[in-house]
C-alpha cells in the first residue's frame, strides 16, 4: 500500500487538514526549491493546458456550429448551442449507444468484480486439494502468446446464441477476468483475522454466510479497485465491440458507434463532439472523483 | 470419566471437523466455479482455437473449415504486407517506448517534489487522456489535426510555422509518425503513473541523510534515485512496449491503416484480413489467426528476451519482479 502510494501525503483528498497545520510547506523547504519550484510551474502550466487541449477543444466545440468551430483555436464561445446534442442523442442514435454502453458496463462489472471476489476470497483464505494447479493455470493465461483470441470469441458467442442481444458483448468484456482484481482480493483477504471467521462460525454461520456477511463488507476499497478497473475496461473497449457488433449496428457501445458515425457526420463536427462528450464525461468525471483509486488500479501493475 | 473425556472430545472434533472441512473445500471449488467457467471460456479456449483456426482455411461466414497444415504460416512469411505492418509496430515498440519511457520519468520526478505545490493537478492533466476512449479520442484527433478547419492548423499557419496545412492524417510519410505520437500522448500518463509509483518506495530518509552528507541534486538522483529505480524500469518498459503493440484503436480510427496502408500496424493487417478484406475479397480468418499467433510469439519472446538480458545486466537478488504483468493498462486485451 505504501508503495503504491502515489498520492503526495494528504493533499489531495483532504484539503483542510492541510489547511489547519500551521505553515507546513513554507518552512520545510529551501529558497532554492522554491525557485525552482516556481520556474518549473511557469514551464508546465502551458505544457499541462496543451496537453488537455484536445479535451476543452471537444467540450466547447460541442456548443458551437460548424462555422464557429471550423479554423478557430478560441475555445470560449457566446452562445451554447445544445442543438448539437440532441441532434447526437436522436439522429445520431447515441442514446442508444449510451444506454447500451451503460448496459455492457454495469452488467460486465457485476459480473467480473463477484467472480473476482469470489475466487480471491478462496484463495487468500483457505487451502484446498488442487489449489496450487488452479493458480498454476491462471499463471499460463499471463505468459501463453496471445495468438488472436477475437476470432474464437466472436465465434463462441455465436455458437451459444447470444450474439443477437447484448449479453454477448457484455459476457465477453467480463470474461478475461482481470487477474489482477483476483490477486487484489486474494492479498487483502489473507491478511484479514481468522478470529472474524471463527467467530463467526460459533455463531451459527456457514461458509457462505461468513463471506458475505463478514469479510465482504470489510473489503470495500479493494471492490472500489476492481470496479474501476473493469468500469475503465468495459467502457472503453473497442476491438471487442466492434467485431461483436459488425452485422448488428443497433448493440454497438459508445466508443464503437462514434468511431461509425464518423464518415456519415463528417463535416458536422458539432455533432460529432457533443458525441464524443457524452461518451467521455462520465469517465472523466467519475475520474476527478475517485482519482485515487483510479491510479492505484493502474499502479498496481508495477507493484514489485 | 476424566479418561475417556478427551477421546471423546477428539472424536467429535475430527468428525465435525472433518465434516466442514469436507463442506468448506466444496464450498471453496463453488466459488471459484464461475472465474473457471468465464477463463474457460474467453481465455483458454480462444487461445488454444486460435492456433487451431491457424491451421485452417476459413472463411467465417460458412462451415467449410479446410485443413491446410502450416500453410499459412509458410504463406505469411512471404507476405510483404504482413511484415510491412509488423515494420510499423516494431517502429512504434522501439521509437515510441524509450521515448515514452524517458519523458514520463522526468516528469514523474519532477511531479514527485513535494515543493511543487501544483503537482496534483498536473498529475491529474497529464492523466486525463488515459481515462478516455482510444476510438472516440482517434475520431476526435482527426479533427483536431484536420488540414482544412482543424486548430492545430490553425495555429501552425496563423503563426507563420508552415504555408500550406499539414495533412498530418493524409500525407503517407506523416501519417504513421502522428499515430505514434497521439498513441504516446493518450497512454503517456500510465508510464508516469508507473514511475510515480516506483519512486514512491525510495525512503525519503535516504534523501535526508545524504543531503547531510552534502550530497547535491544530481548526485541524490545518480546514486539514490536511479538505482532504486533499475528494476521497476524493466517492468515499466516492458508494460510500455507492450502497450505500443496494441494501438489498434487509435489508429484504425484515425487512418484505417491508411493512406496506402502507410500507417498499418499489425493488428490493422490482421483486423483487415480477418474482418475488413479491401476489394470485396473474402475474409480470411484462419490466415489472420496464423497472423496473430505468430505476432503473439514473437512478443511473447520480446518480452521474455528484455526481462532476461536486464536481469543479466542488473544482476541484482531483488529484480522486483511482478507476479503479473498483465492486465493494468486500459483498454489492453487481457
Not at chain 1, 529558497?31 to 479535451?55: D, H, K, Q, S
Not at chain 2, 508494460?239 to 496494441?246: G, I, Q, V, Y
Request: charged share 15%; hydrophobic share 50%.
Amino acid at each position: 500500500m505504501t508503495a503504491l502510494d502515489v498520492r503526495p501525503p494528504r493533499t489531495e483528498d483532504a484539503p483542510r487538514p492541510r489547511r489547519a497545520r500551521p505553515k507546513p510547506a513554507r518552512a520545510r523547504f529551501s529558497r532554492r526549491e522554491r525557485i525552482w519550484a516556481v520556474g518549473m510551474t511557469v514551464v508546465l502550466v502551458p505544457l499541462a493546458l496543451a496537453w488537455v487541449y484536445p479535451f476543452v477543444w471537444t467540450l466547447t466545440s460541442s456548443v458551437k456550429s460548424n462555422q464557429e468551430i471550423f479554423g478557430s483555436v478560441n475555445p470560449f464561445t457566446s452562445v451554447l448551442r445544445i442543438g448539437n446534442y440532441a441532434a447526437a442523442w436522436e439522429q445520431a442514435e447515441i442514446g442508444r449507444y449510451f444506454l447500451n454502453t451503460v448496459f455492457v458496463t454495469g452488467f460486465s462489472i457485476l459480473i467480473a468484480v463477484t467472480t473476482s471476489a469470489l475466487m480471491g476470497y478462496v484463495l487468500g483464505r483457505y487451502r484446498f486439494v488442487g489449489k496450487k494447479v488452479i493458480i498454476g493455470v491462471f499463471a499460463l493465461v499471463v505468459f501463453l502468446p496471445e495468438g488472436y483470441t477475437i476470432i474464437p470469441i466472436y465465434d463462441l458467442i455465436e455458437r451459444i446464441g447470444l450474439s443477437g442481444s447484448l449479453w454477448g458483448v457484455t459476457l465477453a468484456e467480463a470474461g478475461g477476468v482481470s487477474i489482477i482484481s483476483v490477486l487484489l482480493f486474494a492479498g487483502f483477504f489473507g491478511q484479514l483475522p481468522k478470529e472474524l471467521e471463527e467467530s463467526a462460525r460459533v455463531d451459527g454461520a456457514g461458509f457462505l454466510r461468513i463471506f458475505a456477511t463478514v469479510y465482504l463488507p470489510l473489503a470495500k476499497p479493494v471492490t472500489a479497485t476492481a470496479v474501476i478497473l473493469q468500469f475503465m475496461h468495459s467502457w472503453n473497449d473497442f476491438l471487442l465491440p466492434l467485431v461483436l457488433t459488425l452485422t448488428r449496428p443497433d448493440l454497438r457501445t459508445l466508443s464503437v458507434g462514434i468511431y461509425a458515425l464518423r464518415d456519415e457526420y463528417f463535416s458536422d463536427w458539432g455533432v460529432m463532439t457533443a458525441a464524443s462528450t457524452l461518451a467521455l464525461l462520465p469517465i472523466i468525471v467519475l475520474f476527478l472523483f475517485l482519482q485515487r483509486y483510479f491510479v492505484e488500479s493502474i499502479a498496481g501493475a508495477v507493484k514489485g | 470419566m476424566s479418561a475417556t473425556t478427551p477421546a471423546l472430545q477428539r472424536r467429535v472434533q475430527t468428525r465435525v471437523g472433518g465434516w466442514y472441512e469436507r463442506s468448506t473445500t466444496r464450498w471453496c471449488y463453488l466459488f471459484l466455479l464461475p472465474a473457471l467457467v468465464l477463463t474457460a471460456m474467453f481465455s483458454f479456449y480462444p487461445m488454444v482455437m486460435s492456433w487451431v483456426y491457424s491451421t485452417m482455411d476459413w472463411s467465417g461466414f460458412s462451415d467449410d473449415m479446410s485443413f491446410v497444415g502450416l500453410a499459412n504460416y509458410a504463406e505469411l512469411v512471404r507476405d510483404r504486407f504482413f511484415w510491412d505492418s509488423f515494420g510499423r509496430s516494431a517502429v512504434f515498440v522501439l521509437v515510441g517506448t524509450p521515448v515514452r519511457v524517458g519523458l514520463a520519468l522526468l516528469l514523474a520526478i519532477v511531479l514527485n517534489r513535494q515543493v511543487l505545490r501544483l503537482s496534483v493537478a498536473f498529475r491529474t492533466m497529464f492523466f486525463l487522456p488515459v481515462m478516455a476512449s482510444a476510438s472516440i479520442i482517434g475520431v476526435v484527433m482527426t479533427f483536431v489535426l484536420s488540414p482544412s478547419n482543424g486548430p492545430v492548423n490553425a495555429v501552425l499557419a496563423g503563426s507563420g510555422v508552415v504555408d500550406a496545412p499539414v495533412g498530418f492524417l493524409s500525407d503517407p510519410d506523416l501519417a504513421l509518425w502522428t499515430a505514434l505520437v497521439v498513441h504516446g500522448w493518450k497512454n503517456f500518463g500510465t508510464t508516469m503513473i508507473y514511475w510515480l509509483a516506483a519512486l514512491q518506495t525510495v525512503p525519503e530518509e535516504y534523501y535526508e541523510a545524504a543531503r547531510l552528507d552534502g550530497a547535491g541534486a544530481w548526485a541524490l538522483m545518480r546514486h539514490i534515485t536511479l538505482p532504486i529505480l533499475v528494476p521497476f524500469a524493466v517492468i515499466i518498459i516492458v508494460l510500455t512496449a507492450k502497450e505500443n503493440l496494441h494501438a489498434f484503436a487509435i489508429v484504425q480510427a484515425m487512418t484505417q491503416g491508411g493512406p496506402y496502408f502507410r500507417s498499418e500496424v499489425i493488428e490493422i493487417y490482421i483486423f483487415r484480413t480477418a474482418f475488413a478484406p479491401d476489394g470485396g475479397a473474402l475474409p480470411r480468418l484462419g490466415y489472420a489467426s496464423a497472423a496473430g499467433c505468430f505476432f503473439g510469439t514473437a512478443t511473447l519472446l520480446l518480452a521474455l528476451a528484455q526481462f532476461w538480458a536486464v536481469r543479466r545486466m542488473g544482476g541484482r537478488g531483488r529484480t522486483g519482479t511482478p507476479a503479473v504483468d498483465a492486465g493494468a493498462p486500459a483498454g489492453a486485451p487481457r
